[in-house]
């Protein structure tokens, strides 16, 4: 059974620091790993996704690596700033259709970036 | 392209009565998810429907819980006898067959 997993469960940084967040997982047979921002009683944004034959995705601000063989994920923020603030949740999914396109979530890191 | 759509957004039920919560998936996006998320919990896998079929329902508690997406219109989940415990936020996520999964605002339900 796939268990994902993201420590510390919370994370507070002065505003304009460069700041990793790690995503672990047992099972490394996954299809693909997203990261995603949910804001206090909100929806979640998808901020990035990357297969399992990627290494890492860029967008903005944010980058994303994949190490599928040791079981983690990173997602850097460069330059953090007080809008980051958020709680922000690895997800796996081991195949894009079928019983195994489910996501398994972490319970999630959250930021609180400090003016 | 509208994103994913859910409604409402906010439902409050009393013990007992029946919730129905809907969700519109992009367009174009045949696949829809189902999540929960309760208080001070991480989201959970409920239920995975295409058009007509359920695919994976292994996260469904075995009573009281029942989804469907129809031919027509969004998808249903629906919450019978409903109890204080089954107050959370459903999440419904739509994908297309790559497999990225877009979510939307979600449904919070609180049971008084």
């Known amino acids: 059974k796939q268990e994902v997993t993201q420590i510390p469960a919370a994370l507070s940084v002065p505003e304009g620091e460069n700041l990793v967040l790690n995503c672990s997982f047992t099972d490394s047979a996954i299809y693909n790993l997203q990261w995603f921002r949910q804001d206090p009683g909100k929806g979640l944004t998808s901020l990035l996704l990357?297969?399992?034959?990627?290494r890492e995705q860029t967008s903005g601000r944010l980058n994303a690596s994949l190490d599928k063989s040791s079981g983690r994920s990173t997602l850097y923020i460069a330059a953090s700033q007080p809008g980051d603030s958020a709680t922000y949740l690895c997800?796996?999914?081991?195949?894009?259709?079928?019983?195994?396109?489910?996501?398994?979530f972490g319970k999630g890191i959250t930021l609180s970036v400090r003016p | 392209n509208a994103g994913v759509m859910q409604n409402p957004r906010h439902l409050v039920r009393r013990r007992g009565q029946e919730a129905r919560l809907r969700c519109s998936p992009m367009k174009g996006h045949s696949h829809v998810y189902w999540y929960r998320q309760l208080p001070e919990e991480g989201l959970k896998f409920m239920v995975y429907l295409q058009k007509e079929n359920i695919i994976d329902e292994s996260g469904m508690p075995k009573e009281r819980f029942s989804a469907e997406f129809p031919k027509e219109g969004p998808s249903i989940l629906r919450i019978q006898q409903v109890v204080r415990g089954d107050s959370a936020a459903y999440f419904c996520?739509?994908?297309?067959?790559?497999?990225?999964?877009?979510f939307g605002p979600g449904t919070r339900l609180t049971v008084t």
């Open positions: 997800a796996v999914s081991e195949d894009w259709t079928g019983a195994n396109s489910k996501l398994t």
């Open positions: 996520a739509s994908s297309p067959r790559t497999g990225e999964q877009y």
């Open positions: 990357i297969q399992s034959s990627q």
